[in-house]
Antibody, heavy 116, light 113 residues
Framework: EVQLVESGGGLVKPGGSLKLSCAAS????????MSWVRQTPEKRLEWVAT????????YYPDSVKGRFTISRDNAKNTLYLQMSSLRSEDTAMYYC?????????WGAGTTVTVSS | DIVMTQSPSSLSVSAGEKVTMSCKSS????????????LAWYQQKPGQPPKLLIY???TRESGVPDRFTGSGSGTDFTLTISSVQAEDLAVYYC?????????FGSGTKLEIK
């Protein structure tokens, strides 16, 4: 069964850092680009980051560029998102998603709350 | 950035009725090289992550019932549910799959009377 399981979310103060992980199983992880997508409390979906299958290329929207870093370990079938300089507007459910052009597999998500 | 605009924001229908919802993009999602539209539709049921329904504007993802149909090209797209079932209660999102930054519409919430 194709599965993505996120972890690492929690409560963090503004300006703080957090690292999310996503464990993949049931497919050849190293063959796919992977992404993080977040959903705000207002239910708006926002693409956060993408990494190529081999890890050489990364893409970010301006809203997180310079603050978030996506990475992967293909030997461990795991995707990461390092988040720093966190702001209240980063509060969201963070989903890991397999990117096959579109996002064809999603995890259940992990919640990040940025608050003092 | 490509802005995705969905309408209506919500609709309420009875089971068995036909439903259509719209998604408009601020720029064309048609790749002139391969003539494919890079538009995806997702269904999000309460308490669940989004689920891919349609990609390439009209290709149904494996396992998606054939009552779901995607259509349109360029900047105007439609998702049609031919005969709504109770389990279709969800929010439906469209997504620019054409170019970075990927962007989503604000969603259409489908309620069942």
């Amino acid at each position: 069964e194709v599965q993505l399981v996120e972890s690492g979310g929690g409560l963090v103060k503004p300006g703080g850092s957090l690292k999310l992980s996503c464990a993949a199983s049931g497919f050849t992880f190293s063959s796919y680009a992977m992404s993080w997508v977040r959903q705000t409390p207002e239910k708006r979906l926002e693409w956060v980051a993408t990494i190529s299958s081999g890890g050489s290329y990364t893409y970010y929207p301006d809203s997180v560029k310079g603050r978030f870093t996506i990475s992967r370990d293909n030997a461990k079938n795991t995707l990461y998102l390092q988040m720093s300089s966190l702001r209240s507007e980063d509060t969201a459910m963070y989903y890991c998603a397999r990117q096959n052009g579109h996002f064809d597999v999603w995890g259940a998500g992990t919640t990040v709350t940025v608050s003092s | 950035d490509i802005v995705m605009t969905q309408s209506p924001s919500s609709l309420s229908v009875s089971a068995g009725e036909k439903v259509t919802m719209s998604c408009k993009s601020s720029q064309s999602l048609l790749n002139s090289g391969n003539q494919k539209n890079y538009l995806a539709w997702y269904q999000q049921k309460p308490g669940q992550p989004p689920k891919l329904l349609i990609y390439g504007a009209s290709t149904r993802e494996s396992g998606v019932p054939d009552r779901f149909t995607g259509s349109g090209s360029g900047t105007d797209f439609t998702l049609t549910i031919s005969s709504v079932q109770a389990e279709d209660l969800a929010v439906y999102y469209c997504q620019n799959d054409h170019s970075y930054p990927f962007t989503f519409g604000s969603g259409t919430k489908l309620e069942i009377k």
